[in-house]
């Protein structure tokens, strides 16, 4: 299973940023995907994940912010970010679970919310 994440870059404090991240799974299932970021200094920690079923879940920090969806047809998540802060700032990583086997993440894309 490989996972292509794209659509992060420099964007300033109030603007908006989606990213996409596709997995590439063959014959294996795609359970829940997700996005976890990353800061200097920081823990990883998780913004959003979503459900085949779409069920979402949020991180604390996202308060309506970001949105996150998926297309099942094409194993594709993505993640809308609006009022975007400094402290978004981080590596975003998507992840994917996948039936009967380990989490897979991807490569990570670097997002930069100038103040």
């Known amino acids: 299973v490989q996972l292509q994440a794209s659509g992060g870059g420099l964007v300033q404090a109030g603007g908006s940023l989606r990213l996409s991240c596709a997995a590439s799974s063959g014959v294996f299932i795609i359970t829940v995907m997700g996005w976890y970021r990353q800061a200097p200094g920081k823990q990883r920690e998780l913004v959003a994940s979503?459900?085949?079923?779409?069920?979402?879940n949020y991180g604390p920090f996202v308060k309506g912010r970001f949105t996150i969806s998926r297309d099942n047809a094409k194993n594709t998540v993505y993640l809308q970010m609006n009022s975007l802060m400094f402290e978004d700032t981080a590596v975003y990583y998507c992840?994917?679970?996948?039936?009967?086997?380990?989490?897979?993440w991807g490569q990570g894309t670097l997002v930069t919310v100038s103040s």
């Open positions: 992840k994917a679970g996948v039936l009967g086997r380990n989490d897979y």
């Open positions: 979503i459900t085949r079923g779409g069920n979402t």
